[in-house]
């Protein structure tokens, strides 16, 4: 069975903190995103890669980072955490190519900034 | 900007009923059209998807109906099932990039769909 997970289903964190989101998949896929999704905007693009150490910015790459030093890890950063980061954040990985729109997701972080 | 636009936001459905959920892409340089289906407190899933070259695709009680011309396509549920409640997103898919980088997908904003007993 395909797999996805991530580290936390829930987190709380401080204003200004550094956070780290983590990302495993066992598929061997060569894609992984990073997703952020919150109520009335449906699922927006943060980050993707493609290869590891490759990244590109999504839609709304402003205030977080990236880093996949695996194929099967990628990892979300928020430098510095303020309250407008409070959402879920979705990972999800697929095959490079033609069935790059079959994406596998976990099944997300709940993360609130106080 | 590429852009999805689903509706309706929300859709009560009673048991036995059709639910249909509408979406309208602009770039037609989309090819692939997928609808991910996501319960309450799990991450999305792939449901179903349509290419631009077919008008309809359908898989048991779930049915894609695609208008290239309209630059529209459909979810219809046949025969909705309390199980059905879920939230609903379109999403279209562009080529791989020819020089390297990643596939994304483009997402509507999704619908809360509920059946009622």
């Known amino acids: 069975d395909v797999k996805v997970t991530q580290s936390s289903r829930y987190l709380v964190k401080r204003t200004g903190e550094k956070v780290f989101l983590e990302c495993v998949q066992d598929?061997?896929?060569?894609?992984m995103f990073w997703y952020r999704q919150d109520p009335g905007l449906g699922l927006r693009l943060i980050y993707f890669?493609?290869?590891?150490?490759?990244?590109e910015k999504g839609d709304i790459p402003e205030g977080y980072s990236v880093s996949r030093e695996k194929k099967e890890r990628f990892s979300l950063i928020l430098e510095s955490a303020s309250t407008n980061q409070t959402s879920m954040y979705l990972c999800?990985?697929?095959?490079?190519?033609?069935?790059?729109?079959?994406?596998?997701f976990g099944p997300g972080t709940r993360l609130t900034v106080t | 900007q590429q852009q999805v636009k689903q509706s309706p936001q929300s859709l009560i459905v009673q048991k036995g009923g059709i639910s249909i959920i509408n979406c309208a892409y602009e770039?037609?340089?989309?090819?692939?059209f997928p609808w991910y289906q996501q319960f309450p407190g799990k991450g999305p899933a792939l449901l179903i998807a349509?290419?631009?070259?077919?008008s309809e695709k359908k898989e048991g009680r779930f049915t894609i109906s695609f208008n290239k011309s309209a630059k529209q396509f459909s979810l219809h549920i046949m025969d909705s099932q309390p199980g059905d409640s879920a939230t609903y997103f379109c999403?279209?898919?562009?080529?791989?990039?020819?020089?390297?980088?990643?596939?994304?997908?483009?997402f509507g904003k999704g619908t809360h769909l509920i059946i009622q007993p």
């Open positions: 349509i290419r631009p070259d077919v």
């Open positions: 598929m061997d896929h060569e894609n």
């Open positions: 999800a990985s697929s095959l490079r190519g033609r069935q790059s729109w079959e994406q596998y």
């Open positions: 999403a279209a898919s562009l080529p791989m990039y020819s020089g390297g980088g990643a596939d994304g997908l483009t």
């Open positions: 890669s493609y290869d590891v150490k490759m990244k």
């Open positions: 770039n037609t340089a989309f090819d692939y």
